[in-house]
C-alpha cells in the first residue's frame, strides 16, 4: 500500500509568517499534485511537478519534487488569512488512470 | 468555467436502503472516478471509469457499490444496501486532457 506521510498535521502561525508543509514516501510516483480543499468543498488541484527536482512557483507558493519523487514540499512565503484551508498532496502513476493516493493533509490556519 | 457537478449535496438515509449519487462531468472529459472522504480521514479512491467501463476499482470498491453513465452526461454512484460506514463524502472527478482532475464539491452521505 503506497502512503502519503505529509507534516505537520495542523499549522498555525500569523499573518506575514513563512511555512512550510511536507509529503513523503517510501514509493516513487510519477506526478504529485498539490490540492487545496475548503470545508464542504472538494479539492481544488493548485499545481502538478512530474519532474525529479522540479521546483514551480505560483505566486507565494513553491512547490518542490524531490529528486527520487518520492516526496515534495510546499512553500508559503508571507502567509496572509486567505490561505487558510486544508493542502493535500496526491501521488499518481502514469497509464491513463488518474488513481491518486492522498496524504490526510495539513490543515494551515494563518491568523490575522 | 465548466465544472464538475453533484446532486444531491447531502442525503441522509436509513442502513440497509439504496442510494445513489449523481455527477455530471466536464462535458469533453473521457475519464471519470468516484473518491470519498470519511469525515477526518484521507481522500480515498473508489472507482476509475473509461469508455463506458470500469477501468480500476479499490477494495472498497465491493459488490455493494456500482457504477454507471446511463446517458452519456450522467455518470452515477450506487450503494445497494448502505452501511453505517458508508457515511462520507463523495467526490465525483473528470480529467482534462491536460491530466489535470476537476473534483466536483461533493455529496455528503449520511448513513443513520
Known amino acids: 500500500t503506497q502512503l502519503l506521510e505529509q507534516s505537520p498535521q495542523f499549522l498555525s502561525i500569523q499573518e506575514g509568517e513563512n511555512l512550510t508543509v511536507y509529503c513523503n514516501s517510501s514509493s516513487v510516483f510519477s506526478s504529485l499534485q498539490w490540492y487545496r480543499q475548503e470545508p464542504g468543498e472538494g479539492p481544488v488541484l493548485l499545481v502538478t511537478v512530474v519532474t525529479g527536482g522540479e521546483v514551480k512557483k505560483l ?8 529528486d527520487a519523487r518520492k516526496d515534495s514540499s510546499l512553500h508559503i512565503t508571507a502567509a496572509q488569512p ?24 495539513t490543515k494551515l490556519t494563518v491568523n490575522p | 468555467e465548466p465544472e464538475v457537478t453533484q446532486t444531491p449535496s447531502h442525503q441522509v438515509t436509513q442502513m440497509g436502503q439504496e442510494v445513489i449519487l449523481r455527477c455530471v462531468p466536464i462535458s469533453n472529459h473521457l475519464y471519470f472516478y468516484w473518491y ?3 469525515l477526518g480521514q484521507k481522500v480515498e479512491f473508489l472507482v476509475s471509469f473509461y469508455n463506458n467501463e470500469i477501468s480500476e476499482k479499490s477494495e472498497i470498491f465491493d459488490d455493494q457499490f456500482s457504477v ?11 450503494i445497494r444496501s448502505t452501511k453505517l460506514e458508508d457515511s462520507a463524502m463523495y ?22
Open chain 1, 59 to 66: 505566486k507565494r507558493l513553491t512547490f518542490q519534487f524531490g
Open chain 1, 82 to 105: 486567505g490561505d487558510t484551508g486544508l493542502y493535500l498532496c496526491a501521488g499518481g502513476w502514469q497509464g491513463g488512470s488518474e488513481k491518486l493516493v492522498f496524504g490526510k493533509g
Open chain 2, 36 to 38: 470519498r472522504q470519511i
Open chain 2, 68 to 78: 454507471e453513465r446511463p446517458d452519456g452526461s450522467n455518470f452515477t454512484l450506487k
Open chain 2, 91 to 112: 467526490f465525483c472527478a473528470s480529467v482534462a486532457n491536460t491530466g489535470e482532475l476537476f473534483f466536483g464539491e461533493g455529496s455528503r452521505l449520511t448513513v443513520l
